[in-house]
């Protein structure tokens, strides 16, 4: 059961993911940011103000990754939560290079579905290992097997 509701939540966090690179994520004076290119982009505002949000991109996607080891990936999606969620703390980014800022005026769908990929993906993270506690030893020793005859 547990591998169940992890498959599906990792599945709806990409589908939440791909979801926010199609739509606008926030609002300034001056216009809108789309998903993507704020994925393509957001990398080069890592050290200054909101831009340390981008650093949830990278832990989401090694959190996919990692699904199989429960505690890791746990780890990771909590941090790319935080991350995700601390965009919301600023009120200001970076327009451009010579440091100029722009206004947040508002956040959009991109944002949220982008923000709801994390905390999907930890929460599908949190229930697998709380149902992994409740398991027996006899149980996980059971699984494992299963596992290894899977592999052969």
């Known amino acids: 059961m547990a591998t169940y509701l992890q498959r599906g939540g ?9 979801m926010s690179l199609t739509q606008p994520a926030f609002i300034v004076d001056g216009g809108m940011y ?4 704020l994925l393509l982009i957001g990398w080069l505002g890592v050290g200054l103000g909101a831009g340390i949000s981008w650093l949830a991109n990278p832990l989401i996607l090694v959190s996919w990754v990692t699904a ?12 790319a939560a935080l991350f995700a969620g601390s965009f919301l ?3 200001e980014i970076i327009r451009d290079e010579g440091g100029g800022m722009e206004k947040i005026v508002g956040y959009s769908s991109g944002y ?3 923000l ?3 905390l999907v993906m930890l929460a599908g993270n949190t229930i697998r290992l709380i149902l992994l506690s409740l398991t027996s030893p006899v149980q996980k ?3 494992d097997a299963q596992k290894m005859d899977d592999l052969m």
């Open 141 to 143: 020793q059971q699984a």
């Open 34 to 37: 789309i998903g993507f290119l």
């Open 116 to 118: 709801f990929s994390m």
């Open 112 to 114: 949220w579905f982008w």
């Open 68 to 79: 199989g080891v429960p505690g890791l990936s746990f780890v990771l999606s909590l941090l």
């Open 89 to 91: 703390m600023f009120d």
């Open 10 to 18: 990792i599945v709806l966090s990409i589908i939440l993911f791909l």
